[in-house]
């Protein structure tokens, strides 16, 4: 893949999170998470914090312009020899337009977009095992988030699949082979 920054996408359960960290530990790579971010300004109980409390503890996506904000915000932060790897971001077909109209702006570009696909049932029997420990995950907020995913962000899948920047990247497996895989992916 030539330089550039990165995508990483997954349904809930497909374990994006535990993968966009460990790619983020390579050098030179910088892991930038929505939701990280969202969960951080939470803990330190600000505005944007309290704002986006409400639509992630019903499984709801906050609000574009809210989301695109933090992320410019955050890439003021990011040197130019360092890569991204946007975790969780963009999700709704504005953010992806948003984050192409940024990065051009900054000199950048989305080199790939890593898909890491894992079949429906799989995807159930996660979320019902991972159910502690993130208040987001009860039965019910995790099937909001799976439909919320189907119905916002599968478009943008395809959005990058027609600008023939995707590749899909099988989740099966223990953590160090999906991570395997995704870096042969990163090429
Ligand atoms: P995550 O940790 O990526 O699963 O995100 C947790 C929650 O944060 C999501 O369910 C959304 O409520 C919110 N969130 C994270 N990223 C975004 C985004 N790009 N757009 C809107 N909401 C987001």
Redesign the pocket.
């Known amino acids: 893949m030539v330089p550039g920054d990165v995508v990483l996408m997954g349904p809930?359960g497909s374990g994006?999170?535990t993968q966009a960290k460990l790619s983020a530990g390579e050098p030179g790579w910088v892991h930038i998470?929505?939701?990280?971010l969202?969960?951080k300004h939470l803990r330190e109980g600000t505005p944007l914090g309290r704002l986006?409390d409400g639509?992630?503890s019903k499984?709801?996506?906050?609000p574009?312009d809210v989301?695109v904000g933090m992320v410019r915000e955050r890439m003021r932060e990011i040197r130019r020899d360092e890569r991204v790897v946007f975790?969780?971001?963009?999700?709704?077909i504005p953010?992806a337009e948003a984050l192409e109209k940024l990065l051009g702006e900054l000199g950048r570009r989305v080199a790939g977009v890593l898909l890491i696909e894992v079949d429906r049932e799989e995807l159930a029997a996660r979320l019902a095992r991972r159910g502690e420990g993130r208040a987001?995950d009860s039965p019910e907020v995790a099937r909001k988030?799976f439909d919320v995913y189907q119905e916002q962000t599968r478009p943008v899948v395809d959005h990058y699949e027609r600008k023939g920047l995707l590749r899909r990247v099988p989740g099966v497996g223990s953590v160090e082979d999906v991570h395997a895989r995704l870096r042969a992916a990163l090429g």
Do not use: C, E, N
Not at 87 to 92: A, E, L, M, Q, Y
């Open positions: 809930p994006k999170g998470s929505t939701g990280d969202f969960r986006a639509y992630m499984g709801r996506y906050v574009d989301t975790d969780g971001f963009p999700r709704t953010q987001d988030r």
